[in-house]
């Protein structure tokens, strides 16, 4: 039996610290679409969120790039 996969949102705090990188990287890489894109907490604000799922699968591409399993794009 397969069981729906939950999903998770994270805040910047936990995106910093899973990938080991500053808070204005991690938006500068969001701007160049080479890191997930947040979702919008509240329509019209300005809270956002990650799916942890998609930060996890992003820092799992760079361990892989590194070692050699993945291209670059």
């Known amino acids: 039996m397969n069981l729906p996969v939950q999903k998770r949102i994270i805040r910047i705090k936990t995106v910093c610290s899973y990938t080991s990188l500053s808070r204005s990287y991690i938006y500068l890489l969001t701007k160049q679409q080479k890191f997930p894109?947040?979702?919008?907490?509240?329509?019209g604000g300005t809270s956002v969120a990650w799916v942890e799922q998609e930060v996890i699968?992003?820092?799992?591409?760079?361990?892989?790039?590194?070692?050699g399993g993945a291209s670059n794009e």
């Open 57 to 67: 699968a992003w820092v799992e591409q760079r361990i892989a790039e590194r070692d």
């Open 37 to 43: 894109k947040p979702i919008s907490l509240v329509p």
